[in-house]
């Protein structure tokens, strides 16, 4: 008779009705309240209704019965995964594991707690143990990938994207999120095949379309990219990231309104960070301000460098402007508003943990542009003052290092140490082999742990790349800023040297990575 009941419960449950399948299942608990596969059938039932806590109530008593089933403990890190509650998660899937060592989803689903825990090593480690085990499950080398993509091992995840292919070419997320890799290294070329493949498998995937158009715009081919970034706008009119990738194309054609239009989109973006201050509440909207005016800066320092200079057009329209900024730039900002006699901006550091909250109005740095750059005549207005050097730190150090330097003295930066752009990276190789002229001094500016590479390209090309180890060129912005600004020349690819340099008026060169060629800065 049970067996019946149950079956009954099982079919309502397959055809939809759950509502009828979770009451008759619930009449039958009360007359048999040890059965295992009846408590079981109700965890799953009330799992599927989104009824968590019911859902435990079952899994547990299924516990009490039979603590040896690795599907209990695997419905128990599903359900703490869902409530928020990741520790709880990651135990329960481990010991569905631990139950059954070749249990592909439990290892696949742990990798994803770890990984939302930031506990990437530890996904790495479980994903590789059980491809020890399964060499035959692209689940398992494709979130193997994602991963490693994470961590920026770029060319570990591109092979193991191409050992899922190889399981199953069917899948246009493994074509997609290998697409996305090859782009950070800078292979554009098998990008775009791969993307290309994306949408042969899945023709609305709009975020293949979205990238596609990220890599045309990188490779300064304007209307392809705005074709694409279209294409995906139209499968899906909310994906608001492509119109802010859309912004790029629009300002670096000088079409300015459209573009910063098109920027206060940024927010949508996947790569970009999260707003410190609520956006819809209290925001400047470009008239006089009778009080305080917080402009607080985005992204990494470079953006910092950028937007900062445009805060001098804020002078006459507030009674007070607050600017944070990275800690790094605080004595230079200071030192730039001081020579420009204004006397209304106060700098502090940018602290994301301890924000700054007495304003009245503020606005993200970002932003200003759509105030104050709408034409090459106001970026020229703003961009006209430059940043200056503090003579009142001693820089008898790096004066004797640059003095004994022979010929022209070129300043090097070929990397930039944001994840998200990688591909915009030379090799210290490519850029030296470019400086066929040996009559100059090639200077180190970079940042970051680059002794090995120094030390190979000198040993391959017979050259000297002078680097003044007692400066940081990280952390010591001001050191950093007289060393560029006695040099000759600075050749850097677009990172915080870029801008640097753009802000002390340096001749410098911009490499462009997608392409051979070396492009003047403006």
């Given at each position: 008779?049970?067996?019946?009941?149950?079956?009954d419960c099982v079919k309502l449950f397959n055809s939809g009705d759950i509502i009828n399948a979770s009451?008759?299942?619930?009449?039958?608990?009360?007359?048999?309240?040890?059965?295992?596969?009846?408590?079981?059938?109700?965890?799953?039932?009330?799992?599927?209704?989104?009824?968590?806590?019911?859902?435990?109530?079952?899994?547990?008593?299924?516990?009490?019965?039979?603590?040896?089933?690795?599907?209990?403990?695997?419905?128990?890190?599903?359900?703490?995964?869902?409530?928020?509650?990741?520790?709880?998660?990651?135990?329960?899937?481990?010991?569905?594991?631990?139950?059954?060592?070749?249990?592909?989803?439990?290892?696949?689903?742990?990798?994803?707690?770890?990984?939302?825990?930031?506990?990437?090593?530890?996904?790495?480690?479980?994903?590789?143990?059980?491809?020890?085990?399964?060499?035959?499950?692209?689940?398992?080398?494709?979130?193997?990938?994602?991963?490693?993509?994470?961590?920026n091992r770029f060319e570990e995840s591109i092979n193991n994207y191409n050992k899922a292919i190889k399981?199953?070419?069917?899948?246009?997320?493994?074509?997609?999120?290998?697409?996305?890799?090859?782009?950070?290294?800078?292979?554009?070329?098998?990008?775009?095949?791969?993307?290309?493949?994306?949408?042969?498998?899945?023709?609305?995937?709009?975020?293949?379309?979205?990238?596609?158009?990220?890599?045309?715009?990188?490779?300064?081919?304007?209307?392809?990219?705005?074709?694409?970034?279209?294409?995906?706008?139209?499968?899906?009119?909310?994906?608001?990231?492509?119109?802010?990738n859309e912004s790029f194309i629009f300002l670096l054609q000088n079409k300015f309104i459209e573009g910063?239009?098109?920027?206060?989109?940024?927010?949508?973006?996947?790569?970009?960070?999260?707003?410190?201050?609520?956006?819809?509440?209290?925001?400047?909207?470009?008239?006089?301000?009778?009080?305080?005016?917080?402009?607080?800066?985005?992204?990494?320092?470079?953006?910092?460098?950028?937007?900062?200079?445009?805060?001098?057009?804020?002078?006459?329209?507030?009674?007070?402007?607050?600017?944070?900024?990275?800690?790094?730039?605080?004595?230079?900002?200071?030192?730039?508003?001081?020579?420009?006699?204004?006397?209304?901006?106060?700098?502090?550091?940018?602290?994301?943990?301890?924000?700054?909250?007495?304003?009245?109005?503020?606005?993200?740095?970002?932003?200003?542009?759509?105030?104050?750059?709408?034409?090459?005549?106001?970026?020229?207005?703003?961009?006209?003052?430059?940043?200056?050097?503090?003579?009142?730190?001693?820089?008898?150090?790096?004066?004797?290092?640059?003095?004994?330097?022979?010929?022209?003295?070129?300043?090097?930066?070929?990397?930039?140490?944001?994840?998200?752009?990688?591909?915009?990276?030379?090799?210290?190789?490519?850029?030296?082999?470019?400086?066929?002229?040996?009559?100059?001094?090639?200077?180190?500016?970079?940042?970051?742990?680059?002794?090995?590479?120094?030390?190979?390209?000198?040993?391959?090309?017979?050259?000297?790349?002078?680097?003044?180890?007692?400066?940081?060129?990280?952390?010591?912005?001001?050191?950093?800023?007289?060393?560029?600004?006695?040099?000759?020349?600075?050749?850097?690819?677009?990172?915080?040297?870029?801008?640097?340099?753009?802000?002390?008026?340096?001749?410098?060169?911009?490499?462009?990575?997608?392409?051979?060629?070396?492009?003047?800065?403006?």
């Open positions: 008779m049970f067996q019946i009941k149950f079956a009451i008759k299942a619930k009449s039958l608990i009360n007359q048999y309240p040890n059965n295992y596969e009846l408590n079981k059938f109700l965890g799953l039932v009330s799992a599927h209704s989104n009824n968590f806590d019911e859902a435990l109530i079952f899994f547990n008593k299924c516990l009490e019965i039979n603590d040896h089933s690795s599907d209990i403990y695997f419905n128990l890190g599903l359900i703490y995964k869902k409530k928020g509650l990741l520790e709880d998660s990651e135990k329960y899937y481990k010991k569905a594991i631990k139950l059954n060592s070749n249990f592909l989803d439990a290892y696949i689903n742990l990798g994803v707690v770890l990984e939302a825990q930031q506990k990437n090593i530890d996904c790495l480690n479980i994903l590789e143990d059980f491809i020890k085990k399964d060499q035959n499950s692209y689940k398992a080398y494709f979130n193997l990938a994602n991963i490693q993509s994470k961590l399981i199953n070419n069917k899948q246009a997320e493994i074509f997609f999120n290998l697409a996305l890799a090859l782009k950070k290294i800078g292979n554009y070329d098998d990008a775009i095949v791969n993307c290309n493949e994306a949408i042969r498998l899945k023709p609305d995937y709009f975020k293949a379309y979205n990238n596609l158009g990220v890599i045309y715009n990188d490779l300064r081919k304007f209307p392809e990219a705005f074709e694409f970034f279209e294409k995906a706008l139209k499968i899906n009119p909310e994906f608001l990231e492509a119109y802010y910063w239009k098109r920027y206060e989109f940024r927010w949508t973006s996947e790569d970009q960070i999260k707003p410190l201050y609520n956006l819809k509440e209290n925001i400047w909207d470009g008239k006089f301000l009778n009080g305080t005016l917080l402009v607080w800066s985005e992204q990494g320092i470079g953006d910092h460098l950028f937007f900062g200079r445009m805060v001098q057009s804020l002078k006459d329209y507030a009674k007070k402007i607050v600017f944070t900024v990275d800690k790094r730039l605080i004595k230079l900002f200071k030192l730039f508003f001081f020579n420009l006699g204004v006397n209304n901006i106060e700098i502090i550091e940018h602290n994301k943990t301890n924000l700054f909250v007495n304003f009245d109005k503020h606005i993200p740095a970002g932003s200003l542009g759509k105030f104050f750059a709408n034409s090459e005549k106001e970026i020229l207005k703003f961009s006209a003052n430059n940043f200056t050097i503090n003579n009142d730190i001693d820089f008898k150090k790096i004066t004797k290092f640059l003095n004994d330097l022979k010929g022209f003295k070129i300043g090097l930066s070929w990397k930039s140490l944001n994840k998200n752009e990688q591909h915009r990276n030379i090799s210290l190789q490519k850029l030296v082999s470019i400086l066929s002229n040996r009559n100059c001094s090639l200077v180190n500016l970079q940042f970051g742990d680059i002794n090995d590479e120094i030390s190979q390209v000198e040993k391959n090309f017979l050259c000297k790349i002078h680097n003044l180890k007692d400066i940081d060129n990280f952390n010591n912005i001001d050191e950093l800023s007289f060393l560029i600004n006695n040099l000759d020349l600075v050749i850097t690819i677009q990172n915080t040297t870029a801008h640097l340099s753009l802000g002390l008026d340096r001749k410098s060169t911009r490499l462009n990575s997608s392409h051979t060629d070396i492009s003047r800065m403006p």
